[in-house]
């Protein structure tokens, strides 16, 4: 609220209450339409551009109006999020993963197990990336397994990249050694 407070101050002291309250709004308005606009995701680097201050940017945070995902990285908690929220918080998150394995087969319901994590894959070389929210285990396919059967899905929470059953299938198969070892340990 600093920083309406200083706007205010620079418009005029002659300001009506109602006026006031038009001014901070329409500033709220504004960062609610950038979320909107990227299916309640934003960059920090687009609010930048509108002109919103990173005060303004902190203070919804501590509102919590806003939260982050990650570094340059927040959502909109009011969004109407659907089931698929968490996947595409990934996808936003890292713009090369997929939704893979134990996830995917959770998704295309081969499987009644529920994994307390999101299983992604990224190409081999691919630099370490790490979520708070929601908990990731990466996997580093090489380019010739991770570029086939990419589908995109396109849900209320945004766009989500997930491999198709059939590759999904596949990978089980050819990580069955350490999915076996993963769901002892979680049983």
């Known amino acids: 609220m600093d920083d309406i407070k200083i706007i205010l101050s620079r418009v005029g002291p002659g300001l009506s209450e109602e006026d006031k309250s038009k001014i901070i709004s329409l500033l709220s308005e504004k960062i609610i339409k ?3 606009k990227n299916k309640g995701y934003a960059r920090m680097v687009e609010m930048k551009k ?6 303004r940017i902190a203070n919804a945070v501590e509102k919590g109006v806003i939260e982050k995902i990650k570094p340059g ?7 109407p999020w659907d089931e698929h929220s968490s996947f595409a918080e990934v996808n936003h998150a890292h713009t090369k993963a997929v939704i893979c394995l134990t996830s995917a087969a959770e998704y295309y319901e081969l499987t009644t197990f529920n994994p307390s994590y999101i299983t992604v894959a990224v190409p081999h070389n691919t ?11 990466v996997y580093y396919f090489a380019d010739s397994y991770y570029s086939q059967g990419i589908e995109i899905l396109k849900t209320k929470s945004g766009i989500v990249r997930i491999y198709n059953k059939e590759k ?3 990978d089980l198969f ?5 999915l076996v070892e ?6």
């Open 34 to 36: 950038i979320f909107e």
């Open 168 to 170: 999904t299938i596949g």
């Open 50 to 55: 509108a002109n919103i201050h990173t005060r």
């Open 73 to 79: 990285l927040d959502k909109l908690k009011d969004y």
């Open 182 to 187: 993963i769901l002892q340990w979680n049983l």
């Open 127 to 137: 630099p370490r990336f790490k979520l708070d929210y929601p908990p990731i285990k």
């Open 174 to 178: 050819r990580y069955i050694k350490r």
